[in-house]
């Protein structure tokens, strides 16, 4: 066996046909163009474990964002698939090894006697006569001294298809790289994940605030409505200014009561998102936050290892350019090594001895002379393959720039729009309480504190919207960041590769 091992270790330290892997260059800027003359009003450092829902300093989200890669059912799903490409790398490493196997046997028969004796597992002489039309004739079957004999047999056998050509550890290396595409998609899956919960939660908190709002604009307009009816009472205006009132009144009731529904769906997506039922989560009323953490992007190459997306595109590449390996080994002839040893013979009490000892050794070697270009076929299928990647890879890294990019401009258009907005809301309200104190003051139209109440609360509105989408392009632009992820962090090849004794 020491010889045998010695023998497999040689064999397989041999050469590997196929092109050996070098990464692709990627198609990358030196800077990002929509970080020119923007300074972020509120920089962030993403937590150093990928916690980066932390940076809101929020309590609760950060207690639901915590149960997503352990209880999301989609996160689940990729944890069996990385488990799955695991074990699929085990099964490909096991045909590196030989296969032993051990057979233990009994057999009962005769032996000697002549004509017939083998047919039978018990001694016998008989002798058949047959009368037809008056003729005897007679046949022997058998045979008076055949003799019972019963053989007992223990014999191992190791059989092995040496690794020459490289195409079972180019099967490997093929595996142990899709391992590491599973597992960057799991990372990836989890940060989609946390980052629709961020995004949903934004959306609840924005439904708050817009309640708050709205009741506020329902008690001004209940205000609004009490200033008509004196004025009615006292006789010193429309009763169709009281009815413009309930009007208005009515419609902010409305759009009140509307709001409850968007909060609740919102409220059902988080919870299905952190692994419950939406029976099981109820969030309390909440307000957005005023501050906007935005995370510095870095430069673009940095894009490379901390997206999972762009390391499981080049670990793809990986696993495909072994695969040529594999399939430009099919030129080569199989070969077979095969070896039996053990015992034969009776009684059971002297079978393990010198005399009842058998032995055989064997080696093959297959070549298929013509298969009408099916293997030159298999190679270019499996180059376009490896080329196709190829393109994936650096679409991939292309549409990651995009996305920062992206939401670089949100974020720094968003907040000079938020200044305007916050102006804006400011004059909208003074404009309101003038037209108010006019109106009582009998100068102007009740139809022009209405008309300045509609412009308040649709710049209120605006605001508030503008706040949310701040707040959803700053998670837009973690998640674009790769959320604190680096691709130190995938199982390295020496780790999935650690009980190969030969690689």
């Known amino acids: 066996m020491k010889y045998f091992s010695a023998g497999a270790a040689l064999l397989t330290a041999g ?42 300093n929020d309590k609760r989200l950060d207690n639901l964002e915590s149960r997503v890669e352990i209880s999301n059912q989609t996160v689940r799903e990729y944890v069996a698939q990385y488990a799955e490409a695991q074990a699929t790398t085990e099964e490909a490493r096991a045909q590196l090894l030989p296969t032993l196997g051990i057979t233990a046997g009994v057999t009962r028969g005769t032996s000697g006697g002549g004509f017939g004796s083998a ?15 008056g003729t005897t004739t007679g046949v022997a079957i058998g045979s008076s001294n055949a003799l019972t004999r019963t053989i007992y047999s223990l014999e191992g056998t190791a059989s092995w298809d040496p690794d020459v050509w490289g195409r079972i550890r180019r099967q490997v290396q093929s595996d142990v790289a899709a391992a590491q595409v599973s597992a960057a998609d799991l990372k990836n899956a989890s940060l989609s994940a946390q980052g629709s919960l961020a995004t949903d939660y934004i959306e609840l908190e924005y439904q708050d ?32 200014d009281q009815a413009a009132a309930v009007t208005q009144l009515a419609s902010a009731q409305a759009s009140l009561v509307n709001v409850g529904v968007s909060r609740g769906q919102y409220e059902h997506a988080i919870a299905v998102l952190a692994g419950l039922t939406p029976a099981d989560l109820s969030i309390p009323h909440t307000a957005m936050p005023q501050n906007v953490p935005v995370t510095p992007p870095g430069i673009p190459s940095t894009l490379l290892q901390r997206r999972p997306d762009i390391a499981a595109a080049e670990r793809t590449m990986d696993e495909e350019n072994a695969l040529i390996g594999v399939q430009v080994a099919a030129y080569y002839p199989d070969i077979s090594l095969s070896a039996d040893g053990g015992w034969e013979g009776g009684p059971i009490g002297m079978l393990i001895s010198a005399a009842n000892r058998v032995w055989s050794l064997g080696a093959s070697a297959s070549e298929t002379i013509f298969e009408g270009g099916a293997r030159s076929a298999a190679v270019a299928v499996a180059r376009a393959a490896y080329d196709n990647s190829v393109a994936t890879y650096r679409q991939t890294v292309l549409s990651a720039i995009q996305q920062v990019e992206d939401d670089l401009v949100a974020l720094k258009v968003l907040q000079a729009q938020a200044t305007a907005e916050d102006l804006a809301v400011r004059a909208a309200q003074r404009a309101v309480d003038i037209a108010l104190n006019e109106y009582q003051a009998g100068t102007v139209a009740y139809t022009t504190v209405i008309t300045e109440q509609t412009a308040l609360l649709s710049d209120q509105e605006a605001a508030l919207s503008v706040q949310e989408q701040r707040l959803e392009a700053s998670v837009a632009l973690v998640q674009a960041l790769g959320g604190g992820w680096n691709s130190g962090q995938l199982p390295s090849r020496a780790a999935l590769q650690s009980k190969l004794p030969f690689l």
Do not use: F
């Open 15 to 56: 050469c590997m046909v196929g092109p050996n892997y070098h990464r692709p260059a990627a198609p990358l800027s030196i800077h990002y163009k929509e970080l020119a003359g923007w300074t972020p009003a509120q920089p962030a450092d993403m937590d150093s474990k990928g916690n980066w829902w932390r940076i809101y």
């Open 119 to 133: 047919a039978t597992t018990a001694a016998a002489t008989t002798t058949v006569g047959t009368t037809t039309t």
């Open 209 to 240: 605030s817009l309640q708050d709002l709205l009741n506020a604009t329902v008690k001004a307009y209940k205000e609004a409505l009490r200033i008509t009816h004196n004025e009615v009472e006292a006789g010193t205006t429309s009763p169709i």
